[in-house]
């Protein structure tokens, strides 16, 4: 039998040309007018320390294949954790019981040359370091937390690391594979000072090996960003309550565009108009100052890929542009079902799940303020640095953010550090309160993680330090 | 009855004879001790939108996941592969990491003595026998009730119906193994309405063991289109401090933060505002809240934990005071305290409901806010300081008013627990967690 060319496929009895016919034997079913395979290899592994020991160590392997068919806006799905042509057959069968009737279709030819892309290289972050390096690494973040500040109690450090390989065979002829690396390390600290207890957490990640942690101290430097903040809401005054001006940080606050309107701008949501943004496109969304992009694009991040989940190239495609609504983020089967074509968006968690409109790294331009002169301009507001995360209403709108690191701010300057609070605002409205946009740029770390649908993928935010002019903080002072 | 059936014997029978080859080989392999946990899952989900079928899913899915003890120190790995390749492959793994992790004297099995050699039949398994062209038309049903409810219903995010089996095995190196098999069902329905340009959406759903106790399809879809309607034309209310109903299904979460900040890792990190709070008072004193894990059909009931150990009906909390810990056997060891059995989670949580209905509570809010949905992640068990983001309805006179969105409610949770002024007995049992609404005297609001 001939072996297959991809190397997720070597050790099955999945030849190539297995691939066109299942997909064949797919779309010729009555009423199938689209259909793919996503072959998936993965692993995993995590390492965990507490109480100054690397208490856990866990290795964990995924793999298997997704057979989707779709019939106008219907969906047929199946998977299987095995990959071999009888659960293929077995699952192509369960998937395409979508559709009954119907014209037939045939597969169009696979391009002999693939996706372009080169973003990131296709290590297995597993083997960068040996079992003693990623150890030490863990030991040697515990120690910095511990060196600086005497009244840290408790250090938590996770390494965690992984390869994921796919192969995505399309009926419309796309055939992409793509070699997915991506760590990730947390450091999370408690520190206890008369009686209070605070927290304090950092951490980063990309698509690339763990020498990566060691560059630049990155590592120690979580430690540091972790032990800092703590320390810092050891003095917290209560927040404030009310609606007020807040300046949001450069960097990880973007988290504000991904659920203000990122998720509001995704082609389902649209396609079906249960969002609020839905059929606004070319109109006004946010002041003049606010241009936001999604961009899977960008070498090593962690949003990022070669191509997305359908075998489509991603690209950087603009959401808002000076203000105005300009585009969603597609997946095949909205993109074409709204008119248009796919943005790179489609994503999935995994080959058991199926794709849909996804964010990569979403983020805004910078502006033209600096950033001292954006605090100097509030007489009196919220400075918000760091924040836990966020969650949206696509339909009413409404979105939280929850600050972790938040400062007030009085006559222009920034004086006392409060404790958490939520922020609420209403996606469609609330760019539209953006008065002055910083000049700096910054994108997260890179430990960002999208829930939808039960769905979990990695992506990434950014943005300069913004001036909303007006928001609901959810402190507990008046 | 299905539980006896031979399918259910073979696939015991069969994850059962994983675990014991998965132990030998740990054993073989020179490991002090191992402990095997292994899960299967099917199931068929379908969605439909505007009275056509969107979605038919089929899963299944499956995960054999090993811990290895050799000198106090552990490894786990896992796999969807339960070849007996695949299982040595994993063991080897896990032994492999063993070598690198520390030594650590509390790490280890749960005790001998605590692990459920006898445990009960819970009759949770209940597979439906249904198509999927069946569950497509049962959907049909559900969403078209409620897209004619109201001509505000403008728009539909669908309506599902999902039925999933499962087997559960669980083994250690203390030569115990236990299976059992448990099957969920559920139909749920979202829809969207609009007035004055502005949309809403709100959905309902029913969940249980045994497909014939699922709500009425149709009731499901009415209710979804109830709730949204109910929502329409909300709006912001001012800053200011206020009463807090929460409806029983965000009680539960509540109830939820109690029993993150009383889990055996939150206390022994020192990382929980409820670090020795045992035997002190939290709640106020006429308040129960106790542990029922052999409730039949029950959807948290289990008859051991994931380290094998009993689960028992117990009291955590007896007249507002603390009298138990949330613990697996790990914790327990550093807290010098004994398994609770809740390694994985509690089971059946219940808070001892009080004597108002849902319209009692209403009337003992009198003034105030009605809390239907929370959102974000503002909760911090270190401190308990919560602040989230909430939609719901301005009470008045013990009636509700209008609805109210886009504000926040803020807090302490170690106050709110104590200013708990009543329990209702409107009991959501559709979860894990069994509890009425809770009224709390007075937090934050903040809004326009």
Redo the contacts between chains.
Sequence with gaps: MAKSSHSILSLSDISDAELSKVLGKLVSHGGIDAADLYFQKSHYES?SL?DS????????????VGVRAISG?????????EISLKALTR?SK??R??SRQGQKHSVNAFPSKHSKFHLYDAVDPVDTFT??E??KLLESVDAEARRLEPRV??V?VGLAGERSSILVAAADGALATDVRPLVRLSVSV?V?SNGR???GGAGGGARVGYGYFLEDERALEYAREAVRQAVLKLDAVD?P???MTVVLGAGWPGVLLHEAVGHGLEGDFNR???S?FAGRIGERVATSECTVVDDGTLANRRGSLNVDDEGTPTQCTTLIENGVLKGYLQDKLNGRLMGGASTGNGRRESY?H?PMPRMTNTYMLPGKYEHDEIIASVDRGLYAVNF??????I??G?????ASEAYLIENGKITQPV????????GPEVLTKVSMVGNNLKLDEGVGTCGKEGQSVPVGVGQPTLKIDEL??????? | MANNSNHVKKKRKELESHVALALKVAKKSGADFAEISLAEDNGLSVSVRNGEIETLENHLDKGLSITVYKNQSKGSSSTSDFSEKAIRQAVKTAADIAKFTAKDDYSGLADYDDLAWDYPELSLYYPWDISAEEATDLAIECEAAALKTDKRIVNSEGASVSSHASFRAYGNSHGFVGSFPATSHSLSCAVIGKDNDAMQRDYWYTATRDSHLLENAKHVGKQAAKRTIARLNARKISTMKSPILFSPEMSAGLIGHFIGAIHGSSLYRNASFLVDSLGEKIFPDWMHIYEQPHIISGLGSAPFDSEGVTTRSRNIVEQGIVKSYVLDSYAARKLKLSSTGNAGGVHNLCVEPGKLDHSGMLKALDKGLLVTELMGQGINIVTGDYSRGAAGFWVENGKIQFPVEEITIAGNLKDMFSNIVAVGNDVDLRGNTRTGSILIEEMMIAGG
Excluded: C, H, P
Aim: a negative charge; proline letters at 0%; hydrophobic letters at 40%.
């Design positions: 390492w507490e020991i690397v208490k856990q160590g866990n290795f964990s392997i995924e793999q298997g806006e219907k969906t047929g799905f199946a998977y299987s954790d699952a369960a998937a019981a979508i079992a003693e990623k150890v109690t408790q938590m408690i206890e207890r605070e927290q927040a309550a009310g609606a079906k108009g249960s609020a058991a199926l836990a995360g966020g969650q949206v209403d339909t009413s409404k979105f939280v953010f929850s404790r958490g609070a939520t922020l609420i605002g209403n609901t903080v959810g402190g507990t002072n008046v």
